[in-house]
């Protein structure tokens, strides 16, 4: 039997993906207002407990700068400007993420597109990877029907939707 995954704190690195301001606006207002509210409850708690965060913008010239609701919590964290969709095709996204941090707790926006592509880059790389269950949201809401791809990418593509705890 394998033994559930369960984050560690001393292992444990936080990403948020691309909560930026215009994009919030393409979101409906209830679901964006709840990533941003609970995206901001893993930051406080990340900061309270040291473990190390790290934001991204997706072409912030165009999408926008971070949402002030969430830079209010992430006053030391500077974001990674990010072109490519998943954050590790980004040199200094990869820099910051911690050797001895295996776990990565990933929470953000376009979770179908950005989030998807970085949990896919991650778990490549050796990382154990968890999505923040409401802390990420989708342009349209999608059935498991419509997923395409294999069995386990559609699991991966759909686990946003699992309650995370908070």
């Not at 995206?39 to 990340?46: E, F, K, R, T």
């Not at 790290?54 to 926008?64: F, R, V, W």
């Not at 980004?90 to 970085?118: N, W, Y």
Request: include cysteine.
């Amino acid at each position: 039997m394998i033994a559930p995954l369960k984050a560690d704190l001393t292992l444990s690195q936080f990403v948020i993906v691309d909560v930026q301001s215009k994009l919030a606006t393409a979101m409906p207002a209830d679901a964006m207002q709840a990533v941003i509210k609970n995206c901001g409850i893993l930051a406080q708690v990340s900061s309270m407990l040291g473990v190390p965060v790290i934001a991204t913008e997706q072409y912030p010239k165009g999408l926008g700068n971070m949402v002030p609701e969430l830079s209010a919590w992430l006053t030391t964290v500077h974001p990674v400007e990010k072109l490519s969709f998943s954050c590790l095709a980004e040199p200094k996204f990869s820099r910051q993420l911690t050797r001895d941090h295996t776990q990565i707790i990933l929470a953000g926006m376009e979770a179908h597109i950005c989030v998807l592509q970085t949990a896919l880059d991650l778990i490549a790389c050796g990382k154990q990877v968890f999505v923040g269950g409401r802390c990420g949201n989708l342009a349209q809401p999608c059935q498991q029907s419509q997923c395409p791809g294999p069995p386990a990418r559609c699991r991966l593509y759909h686990h946003q939707h699992r309650v995370c705890g908070i």
